[in-house]
């Protein structure tokens, strides 16, 4: 019995094999450079999947709140990163969490975030947040003397371990070299940055990268500790658009009903929208914005995308989808399509399980 | 002990007055325009709140899924219209909602689905789902031979009870003169329609029409059955930047804690991201994308939006708001801000529960 047979409303089905070999690729990529994988679980936010990399050898993670680090150190995780500035609100939180695991990293972008992650009174490593040009958050890479200054903290329980950044400036950037090049840019700033402050305070330090497309489209992942992407587990509509991955590679898709049929505006309406699909899109070549691609169901999985075809808007629970002419015989009411999301960890964490091709369910946090 | 003493992550803050005037005003203005109020509850989606609506003398309520409408049903509400075009995959659920509830009305816009809902075989109220403009689905208004056709269907259990449109295009539509010219259109579409097909058919139609803009600003609300408006009990910053309603009738905001602060780029970094308040924004006289505003948090509430402070981007857990220098000294990390959301609908059903400004819980479906 396959999920198809029973699914009666938009429902998030996982392609495990094509997961576990994103995992494996990108796991492989690491080893030949040498290199930490500390994969960013926010994208799945599973324990059964953080199984499949433990399959690959993954023993430290990246998550992005409290909450994500306690289910996945109870599920025995013990080298858990933090990737998020450290929120003074959750103290006990964070304490307790810090105690539940081996090692522990927090995220640190200001000299009084410093002091409160020392006064936390328990041994955490701490990672400098690093803006190198996604102008998100961060430390400004070229802001050196600020910088230097924060290592001359004097720390007792917190370790300062080393500089990280998220390139997220590579979403965005055009064509696979336009990816290849911020990758490289960015990796060349850590490095520049580390060799000053190297030179000033005496101290060694890590570099910790990487985002999905950077990570998957460069070849030579650079002079770097770690790599943290997370969403090529699934990849997504928008991935495999600028080329991060060929669309084969994506590993999740909505099946939504057909509720209605618009033959002359060139339009299906599904039950899907923007409570299972969140409303992320992406600006395709034409211009208009794209929430994720349309395929059918197929034995074993679903079709290529259809050519063309794309979900041009959501509502809450609708979805239209702009359906070519010559593909609309294929789609009736009644009828489940697939929608490849534009963005796989929202739509991973609006719809808040999986159900994996042969109909079983995996279940994530909550 | 107020919720902002407690507040350690991003918490949906309701106004339980706010919105207990916002259901009184509208209540009221149904009573005066002498129609029926059936608001729909998938803005609020809490059986709690529901009973706020009770108050007001509410018997019958719009819901947009099946799961909505168990949820309320179980709750004692046995009048419900389910206003999303009938998903057959639902076949059996549907028939069990029929049967427990004195009155559904079902949404169909195609002779085929015509046909499912008579073959349910349970008593149900069939509205015809009608496009005025706003081109998401529905038939078109001016369809009418065809919309004639569906009328001389040979319904048993099925009764024909009228029809039903939904004009989100008062959605950007402008300013309220636009607004109110909007939803008179469409009302003036739908009574046009109406006496059409009472003229061809003999039958006697009800016309159900309603969104949050054109109910908020017209005082004419029409020759009309029904209005089925929702986000009204909650409001937001979207439909106080067009006017729907002034900046303080807005009942909910999203607190977060503020975890980094930008001042030479005028920017504060919240921990409150797309999968809390979602990503839907609208665009703002700028030409930029807004995702909500920002007030700070006050004695029994929050304050006025500070004036040209906005959520300009939103990751999966950031959130980004713009605030113009001189408010910045206001703000500190570890400090709590007010986002008021773009869009209420979306930022509760992502939240999923609301804390009141006294601190207690109020559930809403899970």
Chains 1, 2 share one sequence.
């Not at 495990?16 to 994103?22: D, F, G, I, M």
């Not at 701490?126 to 190198?132: A, F, G, N, Q, Y």
């Not at 055009?174 to 290849?180: K, L």
Request: proline residues 4%.
């Amino acid at each position: 019995m396959t999920a198809y047979d029973w699914v009666e409303k938009p429902t998030l089905l996982l392609d495990e094999s094509r997961a576990r070999a994103n995992i494996a690729r990108m796991a492989e990529k690491a080893r030949r450079s040498g290199l930490r994988f500390r994969p960013h679980f926010k994208t799945h936010q599973s324990v059964e999947i953080g199984t499949w990399f433990r399959a690959e050898g993954v023993q430290q993670i990246t998550v992005s709140s409290v909450e994500m680090g306690q289910y996945f150190a109870a599920a025995g995780w013990d080298d858990i990163l933090l990737a998020f500035s450290v929120n003074w609100r959750q103290r006990s939180a964070l304490i307790a969490l810090a105690q539940s695991v081996r090692r522990l990293g927090l995220l640190v972008e200001s000299a009084e975030s410093l002091d409160f992650v020392e006064r936390l009174g328990v041994p955490v490593d701490v990672w400098l947040k690093i803006d190198v040009g996604a102008r998100r958050t961060g430390l400004d890479w070229q802001a050196v003397e600020q910088i230097a200054d924060l290592l001359h903290y004097p720390l007792h329980t917190a370790r300062l371990r080393g500089l990280l950044t998220h390139a997220g400036h590579t979403y965005g950037a055009g064509d696979g070299e336009a990816v290849r090049r911020v990758y490289a840019q960015s990796v060349q700033r850590m490095n520049d940055l580390r060799w000053q402050l190297q030179q000033q305070t005496g101290q060694q330090l890590e570099v910790s990268v990487g985002d999905t497309p950077g990570c998957s489209l460069s070849e030579d992942l650079g002079d770097v500790d770690e790599i943290r992407p997370g969403n090529f587990v699934f990849y997504d509509a928008e991935q495999a658009a600028f080329g991060s991955c060929p669309p084969e590679w994506i590993a999740v898709a909505v099946a939504c009903p057909v509720v209605a049929c618009h033959p002359r505006d060139e339009k299906v309406v599904v039950y899907g929208g923007a409570v299972h699909l969140s409303k992320d899109f992406w600006i395709g070549q034409d211009g208009q914005r794209q929430y994720g691609w349309v395929a059918l169901p197929e034995e074993g999985g679903w079709s290529a995308p259809l050519p063309g075809a794309y979900v041009q808007a959501l509502s809450q629970e609708h979805g239209l989808l702009h359906v070519p002419a010559p593909l609309l015989k294929q789609i009736k009411i009644g009828d489940l399509v697939c929608v490849l999301p534009a963005h796989s960890c929202l739509t991973a964490a609006a719809l808040g399980r999986y159900a994996t091709l042969d109909g079983r369910w995996i279940e994530m946090m909550r």
